[in-house]
């Protein structure tokens, strides 16, 4: 069984920054598979940023530029810097892992996206204007 474990969210005026990391532990899970979604009020979850299989990493539009997926693998952490928040960027953020590569390489916002079976329990983001 794989848990994961979201923290760093918080409220932040516009133009700010947070860091949020998610601690993975258990498995088996593909570490070079791995991503950020977000899912706002009435609104549908969303991908922003991925760990795509060839060491890369893929981006939603609306976050290109402003917002950094990271990993250490030595600490087990997948880790999303955003800068430059805005009040859009309001939502609750969820890491997401997978047990199958396959699709992965397509990016976000490729269908269809991989199979992500394990999510943690979410870390709320507040930006006000």
């Known amino acids: 069984q794989v848990q994961l474990v979201e923290s760093g969210g918080g409220s932040v005026q516009s133009g700010g920054s947070l860091r949020l990391s998610c601690a993975a532990s258990?498995?088996?899970?593909?570490?070079?598979?791995m991503a950020w979604f977000r899912q706002a009020p009435g609104k549908e979850r969303e991908e922003v940023a991925r760990?795509?299989?060839?060491?890369?990493?893929s981006y939603a539009d609306s976050v290109k530029g402003r917002f950094t997926i990271s990993q250490d693998n030595a600490k087990s952490t997948l880790d999303l810097q955003m800068n430059n928040l805005a009040p859009e960027d309001t939502a609750m953020y969820y890491c997401?892992?997978?047990?199958?590569?396959?699709?992965?390489?397509?990016?976000?916002?490729?269908?269809?996206?991989?199979?992500?079976?394990?999510w943690g329990q979410g870390t709320q983001v507040t930006v006000s204007s």
């Open positions: 997401a892992a997978t047990v199958i590569a396959a699709r992965c390489g397509g990016g976000v916002g490729v269908t269809p996206k991989p199979d992500f079976r394990y």
């Open positions: 258990g498995g088996p899970y593909r570490r070079d598979c």
């Open positions: 760990i795509i299989t060839d060491g890369g990493t």
